[in-house]
C-alpha cells in the first residue's frame, strides 16, 4: 500500500463522492486543475462552479477548460467563495455534491493575495447548507505564507465544532514533514 500525497487523495475523495450529472464547486479555482478535474467527474451533464477572486486565475482556468473542451459545463465567477450561494442555479441550491478548496494563494502570482478565515468559513458553511446527504468538502490547507496559520487555526476550530450528527470530519496529513505541510480536512454530510 502506497500512503496517497495530499492532493491526489483529495482528488480520490472527489472520485468517490461525485457521480456524472452532479453539481460541484470549486471555491478556489486557481491555475484551473481543480475546475478541470471536476468537470470530467461530472460529464457534460453536470456543472462545476469555480470560483476566484483573482483575474488572473479566472483567466488561467478558462484556457485549461477550452484546451480539453470542458468548459461548456463550467461557470468561472470572478468573486469570493464567500458569495457561492448568489451564483448557485435554483436546481442546485440543495443539491450540490462536492467542493473543494486550495487555501493559500494562487501559485506563481501575487503571494499576499491569500485565502482569508472569515470568508472560507462563510463560503463553507454556505456549502454545507446547499450540500446534499453523502456530499463532501475537502479543504487542502496551505498555511505556510503571511496569514496562513491564522486561516488553519480558525478552520480547524470551525470543523471541530460541527454537529456529529450531521457531519463527519476527517484529518488527513503527513505529521513529519518540515515546515508546514500543507493537509486535507474532508467533511461529508450524513443528514
Known sequence: MTIERILDY???????TIEPGDAVIDGTCGNGHDTAFLAELVGEQGHVYAFDVQEKAI????????EHGLANHTSL????????????????????SAAIYNLGYLPGS????????????????????????GGLVVLVVYHGHPGGAEEKDAILEYVSELDSKHYQVLHYGFINKKRTPPF????????
Do not use: C, F
Not at 483567466?59 to 477550452?66: C, H, I
Not at 486535507?184 to 443528514?191: F, P, Q, R, V, Y
Open 10 to 16: 483529495a482528488h480520490s475523495l472527489m472520485k468517490k
Open 59 to 66: 483567466s488561467n482556468t478558462q484556457e485549461r477548460l477550452k
Open 77 to 96: 465567477i470572478h468573486d469570493s467563495h464567500a458569495h457561492v450561494q448568489q451564483y448557485l442555479q435554483e436546481k442546485d441550491q440543495n443539491n450540490i
Open 110 to 133: 501575487d503571494k499576499s493575495v491569500v485565502t482569508k478565515p472569515e470568508g472560507t468559513i462563510q463560503s463553507v458553511e454556505n456549502v454545507l447548507a446547499t450540500l446534499k446527504k
Open 184 to 191: 486535507i480536512l474532508a467533511i461529508e454530510k450524513l443528514s
